[in-house]
């Protein structure tokens, strides 16, 4: 077997390293970049937990926007109307997300392919709808404002800073699991899976459970990323859960590379960047953004990280 | 007792009658090899068998248990397991990744999600002997998409092997390899055959192959048993010689 340099292969001392320097960034940048890289973690999250089903496990899923939005909304609401701590608030939501994609990928693992794309589609249509048109409980169109930071245990998270180190900490260690989810032989049988379906049922393995598995996974840390988000922003509305949202983190990987664990992060960073260098100078930054990504996926077609491995293949093995 | 039992069973795509009322039996222990032309329906009985396709009327038993009507998965868990014809991998892992999910589902170990699948060692020590009796371990970390068409037919049977089952369905496991290649494998099988007592049903084009490995020869012709028995019979059988090795094919 080839022998890289065991320092490089390890991916806790890259974790680590990481961290540290993730953490000590709001020392020397300005506030406005710390909410910037807030956002970037959090899109990160649901891109990564999307990417587990795409990119992972060939499941190609519009309703990913149910399982963030829910929480959002189910955190929102505990915290408002509720005396529980906000980590009780957060874990519950968190909680009723991996609820909900069991309870949805239980309907839609019946399907093959298509239809179950328009089904997750139709799913996260009825969450939208609900949180539009239950005014007494969502607010409606006006959705729900003035989402406090509410301290998490005895950790006081509120100011950009703080809650800046909290999400680091929370998305951190769900990319940890969710990296070790798809080392384990767990998420080996679902890339068997996403390869070629048919021949790991006749390896013996129930091809639907462990799709329902990658869908729970999915959704539960979808719903971590939501519960992070709503306080961050500090108001949800009804746009959180429509569909043309869940696009996003699809976007996310095939611009970072779906076939990558890292890839969506790599396309997180550069869709934030993207967005809030295009707002500020056109309202229609959706049009440059879609423009960018089709020449993007058209030139890439592995993503950026698929460029990237590809070109470090290269150089090892000399020109071809 | 009869390990396998196929009873009358019939399966017809449209107006075509693939398999008609056949009837199969095969003992414990037993090699057997079908030979027909192609298109005379040897596939379409292994899909039947293994549960790929379901069969219009008759029953598969498998140890004693009807399996007809069952899914792949379950017929594997009986411990019917099968090659395909047409290589059937998964073609982005490599080589030792593809093998390791045999190995995962038969040590019941798939559904770990906790620990990463590089730090199991017995299941990783398994994968290395199988490679290494395939002669595949050179190869382990390439993609599988990569491998040449031997390789191919090498890691499809090692699929199967890995399985470790009471019977194996190789559907022309030599097809398309070099003669290097196709003896290298032929004793492999032979000898694992032999060695753990298993049951082997399998097709093949190649006479020498089938001569030198089938207990009893079974001829389809047109989705039918025309006739059955030890290859020396079947060598010397009228019908055979017309249809089949005198005729269509050579
Ligand atoms: N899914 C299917 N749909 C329609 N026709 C099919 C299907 N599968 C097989 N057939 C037809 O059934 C007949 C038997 O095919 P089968 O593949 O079983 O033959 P075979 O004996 O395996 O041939 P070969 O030696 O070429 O592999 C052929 O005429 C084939 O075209
Ligand atoms: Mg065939």
């Given at each position: 077997m080839p022998s890289?340099?065991?320092?490089?292969?390890?991916?806790?001392?890259?974790?680590?390293?990481?961290?540290?320097?993730?953490?000590?960034?709001?020392?020397?940048?300005?506030?406005?970049?710390?909410?910037?890289?807030?956002?970037?973690?959090?899109?990160?999250?649901?891109?990564?937990?999307?990417?587990?089903?795409?990119?992972?496990?060939?499941?190609?899923?519009?309703?990913?926007?149910?399982?963030?939005?829910?929480?959002?909304?189910?955190?929102?609401?505990?915290?408002?109307?509720?005396?529980?701590?906000?980590?009780?608030?957060?874990?519950?939501?968190?909680?009723?997300?991996?609820?909900?994609?069991?309870?949805?990928?239980?309907?839609?693992?019946?399907?093959?392919?298509?239809?179950?794309?328009?089904?997750?589609?139709?799913?996260?249509?009825i969450f939208f709808v609900v949180a539009y048109k239950w005014t007494s409980l969502t607010g409606g169109d006006d959705g729900i404002v003035g989402i406090p930071k509410k301290p998490f245990f005895l950790f006081d998270i509120n100011g950009p800073d703080a809650y800046y180190h909290f999400?680091?900490?929370?998305?951190?260690?769900?990319?940890?699991?969710?990296?070790?989810?798809?080392?384990?032989?767990?998420?080996?049988?679902?890339?068997?899976?996403?390869?070629?379906?048919?021949?790991?049922?006749?390896?013996?393995?129930?091809?639907?459970?462990?799709?329902?598995?990658?869908?729970?996974?999915?959704?539960?840390?979808?719903?971590?990323a939501g519960a992070l988000f709503a306080p961050f922003q500090g108001i949800v509305t009804p746009e959180l859960l429509h569909w043309s949202h869940s696009a996003e983190?699809?976007?996310?990987?095939?611009?970072?590379?779906?076939?990558?664990?890292?890839?969506?992060?790599?396309?997180?960073?550069?869709?934030?960047?993207?967005?809030?260098?295009?707002?500020?100078?056109?309202?229609?930054?959706?049009?440059?953004?879609?423009?960018?990504?089709?020449?993007?996926?058209?030139?890439?077609?592995?993503?950026?990280?698929?460029?990237i491995s590809e070109h470090i293949r290269r150089g090892k093995d000399g020109p071809k | 007792m009869s390990l396998?039992?196929?009873?009358?069973?019939s399966k017809s795509f449209g107006k075509l009658q693939a398999v008609s009322e056949l009837e199969l039996s095969i003992d414990e222990g037993e090699v057997r090899c079908i030979i027909g032309a192609n298109g005379a329906g040897k596939t379409t009985l292994f899909n039947l068998i293994s549960g790929r396709i379901q069969p219009d009327?008759?029953?598969?038993?498998?140890?004693?248990?009807?399996?007809?009507?069952?899914?792949p998965p379950q017929i594997v868990r009986k411990g019917l397991s099968r090659s395909f014809q047409v290589s059937n991998y998964f073609p982005n892992l490599s080589v030792f990744q593809n093998v390791r999910i045999a190995v995962l589902s038969r040590m019941r170990k798939s559904r770990i999600f906790y620990w990463p699948v590089s730090r199991l060692r017995d299941v990783n020590q398994r994968v290395g002997e199988l490679l290494e009796n395939f002669n595949l371990l050179s190869l382990a970390e390439v993609t599988a998409d990569k491998l040449s068409h031997g390789d191919r037919r090498k890691l499809e049977i090692s699929l199967v092997v890995a399985q470790e089952p009471r019977m194996l369905l190789l559907d022309e496991p030599t097809a398309g390899m070099n003669s290097t290649e196709t003896e290298s494998t032929i004793r492999l099988i032979k000898d694992l055959v032999t060695r753990l007592g298993l049951t082997l049903l399998l097709t093949e084009h190649d006479m020498k192959v089938v001569f030198s490995l089938a207990d009893k020869i079974t001829f389809m012709h047109y989705g039918q048993v025309v006739c059955e028995g030890p290859p020396e019979e079947i060598k010397a059988n009228q019908d055979v010689k017309e249809i089949y090795l005198g005729g269509e094919v050579c």
């Open positions: 890289k340099p065991q320092t490089l292969q390890n991916p806790i001392i890259w974790f680590l390293v990481s961290l540290v320097i993730l953490w000590a960034a709001p020392l020397f940048l300005p506030t406005f970049y710390v909410y910037l890289i807030t956002e970037i973690l959090i899109v990160s999250l649901f891109a990564v937990s999307t990417n587990v089903l795409l990119g992972f496990t060939g499941l190609l899923s519009f309703g990913q926007v149910a399982f963030f939005g829910s929480s959002a909304y189910a955190v929102s609401l505990l915290i408002k109307g509720t005396s529980l701590p906000f980590a009780a608030s957060f874990f519950i939501s968190v909680g009723l997300s991996a609820l909900a994609a069991l309870i949805i990928g239980l309907f839609c693992m019946r399907l093959r392919a298509f239809y179950f794309a328009i089904l997750t589609l139709a799913f996260s249509q999400v680091l900490l929370v998305v951190m260690v769900s990319l940890a699991l969710l990296y070790l989810i798809i080392r384990s032989p767990l998420g080996e049988v679902l890339q068997a899976i996403r390869d070629n379906s048919e021949r790991t049922e006749f390896l013996g393995l129930q091809v639907r459970n462990y799709r329902l598995a990658s869908f729970v996974i999915a959704g539960t840390f979808g719903g971590v983190p699809l976007m996310i990987s095939l611009l970072g590379g779906m076939y990558f664990f890292f890839g969506p992060i790599a396309g997180a960073v550069i869709f934030v960047f993207i967005k809030e260098w295009i707002t500020g100078f056109t309202e229609y930054w959706m049009f440059w953004y879609g423009l960018l990504l089709m020449l993007l996926i058209m030139y890439l077609p592995g993503g950026i990280m698929g460029f | 396998l039992e196929v009873r009358t069973v009327s008759g029953q598969v038993v498998f140890a004693g248990e009807e399996i007809s009507g069952m899914r």
